[in-house]
Each structure stands twice: as C-alpha cells, then as structure tokens.
C-alpha cells in the first residue's frame, strides 16, 4: 500500500496535455524531492524527471514537473503515441527511521 | 554508461531463500548506493532497500524481516537475499544504481529486470 496517490489512468488525444498528480504528506512530499519514472510496454522504468522539476538529457521538454506542499505534478504536453506508458511519482519517506516510496503508477493513454 | 544485469534462478519454492545478483558493467561499484526494485505482475513499482559501496543498508519497513543486501566490490557486484518467500513476492526484480548527493536522490541507471516465480 503506497503513501503516495496517483490517479489509476489519463487519457488524451494527440497534441493535447496531460497532468497526473501525485499526492503524499508532509513526511514524504513535503520534506523531500520528487522525481518522476516512466515504464513503457515491457521495458524497465527509466527516469524521466528528477529534484521535483528537472530533465534528464535526451528527455524532450514536452515533459515538466512541479511541487507544491504535499503534492506534486507531471505535465505531457503535446502527447503524442509513443508516451502511452505507466508513470510513477517517487520520493524519500521520513517516518519509521526512513524508505524509499513509489506512487501508485498512473496509465497513459493515447485515444 | 553504466550497466547493470540482473541474475539468479527464475523459479523459487515457497519457503525458500530468493537470491538474486545484480553485475554492475562500464563503471565502479565504488562510490555509489545501489538498490533493489520489484514490480509484481501487473502492479505498481516497490523499493526493497539500498547498499552503500561500504556495505551499510537501508531496507523497507514491510520487507525488512526478511531481506539482506550485500555488495562484492572485488566482483562490482551487488546481491539480494528474500528469505521465507511466499506467492506474494513473485515478480520482477530490477537493481539500479542510486544517485545520491545531499537531498537530491533518484535512480538513474536499470537493469532490463528479471522474473522471479514463486510455485512448488
């Protein structure tokens, strides 16, 4: 059972945005950075965001996080077919001495 | 880039110990922290723990009675060990490496994950 609450799916047409919130407390997202991985179709996660609102070279600008309080964001702008995929938010837990969360993992759809 | 490959029998009896390895290529073990990461099918994505490159650990609440993680610097190579697995632990396991330096800490780099089936 993940601290942190991802909607289960978002859908979009190309070209369109697409936002999947994150949201935790102040234990985990409002003490400490985010970071976003994106798992396409058989293939191992891969980061895609990272310190609540960086890219990672080679990822295109159409992706951008944001935080806020206990909350945070993943935008997709200009969505297009090959970002159909799950997306999960990330961070660092304080409580029970300290771990490692996932979020429970949104899928992205390309209507 | 660093690279990194999971190993380790793809079929474990209820009960029994998992063990995995994950070979760390094209870059030291030293330096870094090191974590392991499953995926159960068709569900979301859970952290194990993290090794230092000195051997010191970090586990998950919900896991920790039952794993250990060690490293072998002499063969840049990391392990985990799941003691007592039941049909709830079968899943993909992913290691990868962990980019850590100060509040900032994210994995950057992942194996291609292996299946592990928990069934006598």
């Known amino acids: 059972q993940s601290v942190l609450t991802q909607p289960p799916s978002a859908s979009g047409t190309p070209g369109q945005t697409v936002t999947i919130s994150c949201s935790g407390s102040?234990?985990?997202?409002?003490?400490?950075?985010v970071n976003w991985y994106q798992q396409l179709p058989g293939t191992a996660p891969r980061l895609l965001i990272y310190t609540n609102n960086q890219r990672p070279s080679g990822v295109p600008d159409r992706f951008s996080g944001s935080k806020s309080g206990t909350s945070a964001s993943l935008a997709i702008s200009g969505l297009q077919s090959e970002d159909e995929g799950d997306y999960y938010c990330a961070t660092w837990d304080d409580s029970l001495n300290g771990f490692h969360v996932f979020g429970t993992g949104t899928k992205v759809t390309v209507v | 880039q660093v690279q990194l490959q999971e190993s380790g029998p793809g079929l474990v009896k209820p009960s029994e110990t998992l063990s995995l390895t994950c070979t760390v290529s094209?870059?030291?073990?030293?330096?870094?922290?090191w974590s392991w990461i499953r995926q159960p099918p068709e569900k979301g994505l859970e952290w194990i723990g993290y090794?230092?490159?000195?051997?010191?650990?970090t586990y998950s609440p919900s896991l920790k009675s039952r794993v250990t993680i060690s490293v072998d610097r002499s063969k840049n190579q990391f392990s985990l060990k799941l003691r007592s697995v039941t049909a709830a632990d079968t899943a993909v396991y992913y290691c990868?490496?962990?980019?850590?330096?100060?509040?900032?800490?994210?994995?950057?780099?992942w194996g291609q994950g292996t299946l592990v089936t928990v069934s006598s």
């Open positions: 990868a490496r962990v980019f850590h330096e100060g509040p900032t800490y994210y994995f950057d780099f």
């Open positions: 102040s234990s985990n997202i409002g003490s400490n950075i």
């Open positions: 094209a870059g030291s073990i030293s330096g870094d922290y």
């Open positions: 090794i230092y490159y000195s051997g010191s650990t």
